[in-house]
Structure formats: C-alpha cells, structure tokens
C-alpha cells in the first residue's frame, strides 16, 4: 500500500464551513482517516504545519486549447499550470479546432488527457454544430462519452429559439448549459468596456447591455422551462442583479466570476498593453465593486479562471488585433486570498467553497469536500507566501498576464491528485 501522511496543517471542508486542526492520511490515493496526532507506519510524512489543506481546486472554464492550437497551449502544459496553481481538476472549453461538437472528438480529447495531463481533465462539449449557432450539436452523444457541460463559450447562441431547445434537450442528461453572454450586434467590433476610459483611448467600445441582455434573456428562458442555466465570465453591476433578482424568484440558474473580473478595472487599458484585452472587458470600477458584492453575498456561485493563453507574437500586435484572453490559472489563487480573503471581503471557507465544493455540484463533479473513503485530489495552501508575479516563470505556453509584477500573497504549496503529488513548491 502507498501512504502520504500530510501532519500539522489545517483542514478546511468548505461545504461544511470548517476548519480544524488536523493530519489527512491518503492510502492508495484515498483519504484513509483525518485525525489528530496520526503515527502510521511506513507511511511518507509531509510537514504542511501552518498550511491550508483543502480539497482540490476545480476551474470549470479553461481553454487547453487541444486540438488545433497547440502553439498557444497543450493539454500537458495547460494541466502543469493547473497543477502550479492548485487545481486538481480542470473543465476544457470546446472552442478548439476542429470545435469539440461530437461524440468522436469528446472521445479523442478524454483519451489524450488520460494519457498526457497532469490533473483531471472533464470536457465540455459545444452547444452548436462548430459553435456556429446554427443546428445543435450531437448533445445526446457526447453526454454518453461523458462531456460534463455544454457551451458554445466564445460565442454566443444569438438564436433564441435554438438556445431554448438547448436547454429543454440538455435537461434529459442533467447537463448545465453554459452561457457565454455577449450580443454579437451590441458588441460589434468593440474590444473594450465602453466608459470613460474606451472614449480617451479611442478604443472601439463594448456597452455593458452586450452581455446585460444576453443574461435577461437566458435567465427568462430557463424560468419559462424550469431547466437550469450557467452564466460565465459574468462582468458587468446590471447582470449581477439579474441573477440575484432570478434567483430570488426561484430560478435556478448560476454563474461565475473570473479573477480579473473582481480585481481589475478598465483604467488599465491606458497602457494600450494587449495583455488587458479579455472578453468580457475589464470593466469599471463600480462592476468590480458590484462583483464583488456578488461573491459576499452568493449571488456570484463560482469563481473560474478562464484560462486562455495566446502566443506572445499573436499578442504583440495593435490592440485591435490581438486576440482576447488571459493566462489565468497559475495566478488565480494568489488573486482570490489577496483581493477577496485579506481584506475580509470572503472568509477562506466561502473562496474556498467557491473554488471547490460548488463547480463540482453545478457540474455534477467528483470531489470538492474532504471525506474519509473519497478520491484524494488536495491542495495544500501558504496562506502567507508572498511573490511576484513572473510570466516568464509561467508553466503554461500562454505568458499574457495583466499581472505582471503584481505582488500576491498566497500560493500552492502542494498539489496532490489522486493521492500522487504532481506539483510541490
């Protein structure tokens, strides 16, 4: 039998909101026991006395890019950089190419990442035929091959009707439809958040309705079938209350925030630096406060990263032409207990259960909670490791930070998957 004994550190269950003092024992890549003062023979000790133990971290919305776009990241490299940043688990984004729309290629893709990943890969399967927004994917399929979601995540399905379809079909699998909410006549060719800030730069402008209207509109077709929906990369003040007044009136409908999205703001895009380019834009000052007062108060379910790393020559072009997207996932800890735990904003518990316990029961996901006899996917956690952020020192292809130099607090210590350490620091 294979034995890791974790001593002295502090095991927080987040669905339960408790923390206590304690050793984890893994055999065999199960949580055997979690008790004080463990002694078991023959078993490999870690110290982690002053440390976090939580269970696993699970991003539901990366981008790994696999096939298609191996330049920007690969399954292997993407899951390395899962793993630097605590995360035991990863959900794929099915925008690669070709786009994951079938049963074949959900196939394909699962076998590659049992092979070369370094975490659990779950895969999300497209919405649409190519995410063209025209005919519905082989949903039925691709569930039967084990896709854990569906999205047409980069575009939207600006047809309404096919949207409500999606959702009436996915509810037979107990499938959660993924929104990416973006008007693509509102946005147009905008690249920025149009504010104060779009109109000194002379940046061309996305209005905050662009993705306003697009969550009105999935959340009225949800509540019209009783089905449940997921809002990704929410952004914007006006589509947080529209989730908390739908949720209010018993919709059953969820979303997430990104990190950038609560800890950054429009001002940035002075520097004209195409790092800043994301969709959604970084918005205003006052989103971000209203993001914020969405993950207090539960209105904002799930904190995802939305990995999406890019070459640094596809980046290092005009802003108008370099893609949107932000290497994420190796920094996305350090942001969350920097701008939400330290200033008191979430206790460690709430972030905690927003990186962990609630992906998984949105997405019907293994782990989230530290049980004797479950899968030992955890993350041990420096609560007072501070460091810089270095994109050259970045495991994943994509180095396309806004962080860049910025000085975090918190970090992994220790990421273990299936009772095997894949990542120490």
């Known amino acids: 039998m294979k034995k890791l004994l974790l001593k002295g550190g502090e095991v927080v269950k987040p669905a339960e909101s ?6 984890l024992l893994i055999i065999d890549g199960e949580i055997a026991e979690i008790g004080v ?3 078991v023979a023959d078993a490999k000790v870690v110290d982690v006395e002053g440390k976090i133990i939580s269970p696993g ?3 539901i919305h990366v981008h790994l890019r696999e096939p298609g776009f191996g330049h920007k990241e690969t399954i292997k490299t993407g899951t390395e950089a899962a793993a630097k940043g605590g995360f035991t688990a990863v959900a794929a984004m099915p925008n690669t190419d070709p786009v994951i729309d079938n049963q074949s290629l959900v196939k394909s893709v699962l076998a590659k990442a049992k092979q070369e990943a370094a975490v659990d890969v779950y895969q999300i399967g497209a919405i649409t035929k190519g995410s063209q927004g025209k005919e519905l994917a082989e949903i039925g399929l691709m569930y039967e091959e084990g896709v854990v979601a569906i999205s047409d995540d980069g575009n939207s399905v600006m047809n309404a009707e096919l949207m409500r379809l999606a959702l009436k079909y996915a509810q037979d699998f107990d499938l959660t439809v993924i929104s990416h909410c973006e008007d693509d006549n509102l946005a147009g060719d905008g690249v920025v958040n149009e504010g104060y800030y779009s109109t000194i730069t002379g940046l061309n402008p996305i209005p905050a309705s662009a993705e306003e209207v697009m969550v ?11 089905t449940k929906v997921h809002i990704a990369h929410i952004s914007t003040a006006g589509a947080v209350e529209l989730v908390r007044q739908a949720k209010s009136r018993g919709v059953d409908v969820s979303c997430e925030a990104a990190p950038h999205h609560f ?19 970084l918005r205003s000052a006052a989103d971000v406060a209203a993001i914020k007062e969405g993950l207090a108060d539960g209105t904002i379910d799930i904190i995802a990263t939305d990995h999406a790393p890019h070459t640094i020559e596809e980046k290092r072009v005009e802003y108008d032409y370099a893609p949107f997207g932000i290497s994420g996932i190796e920094t996305a800890l350090g ?15 709430d972030a905690l259960a927003k990186l962990t316990i609630n992906p998984a029961q949105r997405l019907n996901l293994t782990g989230g909670n530290l049980a004797v006899g479950a899968k030992a996917n955890l993350t041990v956690i420096d609560l007072e490791q501070e460091w810089v952020v270095e994109p050259q020192e970045f495991i994943s292809k994509g180095k396309n930070t806004p962080f860049a ?10 990421t273990i998957v ?4 894949v990542y120490r620091d």
């Open 263 to 281: 800890a950054l703001t429009d001002e940035l895009i002075t520097s004209f630096d195409t790092n800043t380019k994301v969709n959604p834009p």
């Open 57 to 59: 971290l699970i991003d």
């Open 216 to 226: 009105a509109r999935d959340i009225l077709l949800a509540e019209e079938l009783g």
């Open 37 to 39: 003062d463990l002694e």
């Open 418 to 421: 299936n009772g095997e350490v």
């Open 18 to 23: 408790k923390r206590k003092q304690a050793d």
């Open 335 to 349: 942001v969350v207990l920097t701008e939400l735990v330290e200033p008191g904003i979430l206790s460690l518990e």
């Open 405 to 414: 130099q910025t000085e975090l607090r918190g970090k992994a210590a220790l």
